[in-house]
């Protein structure tokens, strides 16, 4: 074993280097679909929350035509409970917001009262913070956020859209009176969409100047959800109860949206679909690609492994002719080339492992900004699969070998 | 008698040189897959993000309440799908409803996220609901809808967690007639290419001087990271993977030279020049090389093909472009350079092989 250094150090390197490109395939596969998926997130709530009404709302654009019942509404207090439910940990951010207009500029126009990024406590005791920002990180502010952490309904901060504030002049530090009180603008919000048209306060604020405390009239929630399958399409009530239990233990979108409204039984959620769907079309498109990537490049450094090893025993038909010869049994020398080939795998595995996690990481690192976190589960994987690769491209020469006479091969010369 | 030998070479040694062969034709492959994938994931990636509909607004400027419809003309000329929506107050019995009129001979590519019952399209006399229009105005789809402007055949019902969903969606002309709006409209959505969105809207801008042209930030640039990191992702993972192969490969071609020091020493022994015997091992590598990247490029091809018809099967005209044939000659090259290298630098030693010790035996 320790003869002919060179020789085993080649083996184990070219073993090393397969090792290396499938764990680094696999580390980035398996990381890269969950970044992509946080990454969409940006683009705002994929699950819109609102009160059970008995009417129609009549909204063109954030202005109602028509006042909505009175005593529809989510109260304030319950909002945490939605971290509370079965898949909370999946929900990354929620915001929820009352709506009123008023008279701005010889206009009526929409004033949301919302959370930005407000601290609260969610069930369980943790404090959590979340609100519009945690949800909207594609969204533009000239001059700050409003930031409340704390509830205080004398703040006199808003963000007014871009649209809104180019037609009635305004900057960051310019004053706009709402409700017949004067609010200094923070900041210019630019997104494109109807934002663009908007005021935002702080809730409570416009909860005492509506007149409706702790009342809330919708909440926007996102979260991370596994793109929709065929099972998740189907219609839960016609589910038998395993069937139950597996679609309401998976976090797809719909079934999120059920628990959130076992938490909340006053309120509707419905899955935002042009977000929710878009999400798990790109992500399976991204997580697809590159398991595929990752398939081939598996595939190769599993044929890199077994050439190396079956080159090292073709090298050695000489030694193993010799050692038959010598009257060693077949089963001996399969025994000894085997261990030894298992060895070379099992080293060259390991160093090609920890190189791959390295590789997957620097990966990640450069791409996402982000520290990967390689499941712990990955190395002995990828070693296992080493030594077996290594093991199967060392049999299939090694049977050949032996099966030649002897005295055939020692004639012809190596 | 040199390319006999070369030849014979190959011939005789065909079982090591087949290894060699596979080692160099499977990085071959690799390089192909990686490259034609990375190359083509831009556009294909881009293309699944359509579904989000619009990526530019196009909104009443300040002092107006409408948008001239020209928008929709001027967009489509710059290549991007455009769609006119007007919103207005209908009446269904004594109680208010929005009526949105919509385009629908343009309206699919932006819509493309709605759940339909029923049908997608209205023609004249015809419309659809909302699913809390329907649910509140208890409608099923081949019934009237009494809308006090005029009756109207409800033909789809749809569902979509947005705005959407409380709108009862007749045809544009209708809507804009129930309005009163000529030759306008109340909002354009635009869906440009996501690469040359800064361009069209500029050129919406400039064209359209009494229109609010606005990118959807969230949308644009969501799909912009997400395209450039898949990206990098795999720009950077192809180079490790080729980085690693190639090692392997030139360890594979080594060891063909440091194999053969008994043969070496023969041919110098019968005086051969050093450097014909480095140019024979150098052309029996380069046979292998040529050789290995026609076929690594073929199986690559197949493979980045059949990569991209399965992930992207929802882009027709993708499917048909997913090999890159522009691949061939970077590959080609990369793989014969390596094969030469990995020969050279090996050959060095035919120099310093002594025939009568190599010779002697071990």
Known sequence: MRRAPRRKAMAVGAVALGTAVAT?????????????????????????????????????????????????????????KIKSIFWGLNITGLAPSQHAQTQAGGRQIPVEGVWFRRNFRAPGGTTVSSGLRALNAAWRVEGRWVDDPEPNDRDDECLAGAALARRLGLQPGATIDLFGEPFRVAGVLSTGGEEDDRVFIRLEVLERLTGRAGQVDAIEVGALTKPEDAFARKNPDQMNPTEFERWYCTPYINSIALQIEEALPMAVARPIR??????????????????????????????????????????????????????AANWLVAALFGAEAAVEGAAGGLIGALAGVGLSGWVSRTVFGVRAETPSLLVPLVVGMAVAVALAGAAQPLRRALSLEPARMLREGA | MFWRFVIRAVRFRSRRLVLAFAGLAVAAT??????????????????????????????PAADSQTVPLQVVEKAERLGAAAAAFVYTIGRIGDERVVEAGVDFGRVGPLTSYWRVEGARTAAAGECLAGSAVAAHFHLAIGQNVALASGPCML????????????????????????????????LVEVRANGQRIEQVREALARAIPAADVRILHAVAETEADVVLKVQNTVFLLAMVILAITTLCVTGNFSALVIERSKEIGLLKAIGAAESKIAALFLSESLVLALVSSVTGYGVGLAVAYAIGRSVFTSAPQASTTGVNFAV???VAAVTILVAALATIVPASRIWRIEPAIILRGE
């Open chain 1, 24 to 80: 680094a395939m696999l580390g980035a596969m398996l990381e890269v679909g969950d970044r992509v998926n946080s990454e969409l997130r940006s683009l705002g709530a994929n699950l819109m929350v609102t009160p059970k009404s008995s009417t129609l709302p009549v909204e063109i654009g954030g202005i109602r035509y028509q006042p909505a019942a009175k005593d529809e509404f989510i109260p304030e207090a319950v909002v945490p």
């Open chain 2, 328 to 330: 061939f000659l970077p």
């Open chain 2, 155 to 186: 033909r789809g019902v749809i569902t979509t967690g947005g705005p959407e969903d409380n709108q009862l969606i007749v045809p544009f002309n209708r809507a804009a007639l129930d309005a009163g709006f000529q030759n306008a409209a109340s």
């Open chain 1, 274 to 327: 042009r977000v929710a769907d878009n999400e798990g079309r790109v992500l399976s498109r991204v997580r697809g690609l590159m398991l595929l990537v990752a398939l081939a490049a598996l595939a190769t450094a599993a044929l890199t492994v077994w050439s190396a090893m079956a080159a090292t025993v073709l090298e050695r038909r000489y030694e193993i002719a010799i050692m038959q010869a010598t009257g």
């Open chain 2, 30 to 59: 690799l390089a192909t897959t990686l490259f034609s994938v990375y190359s083509d994931i831009d556009r294909k990636m881009r293309h699944e993000f359509r579904g989000y509909g619009a990526n530019i607004v196009v909104a």
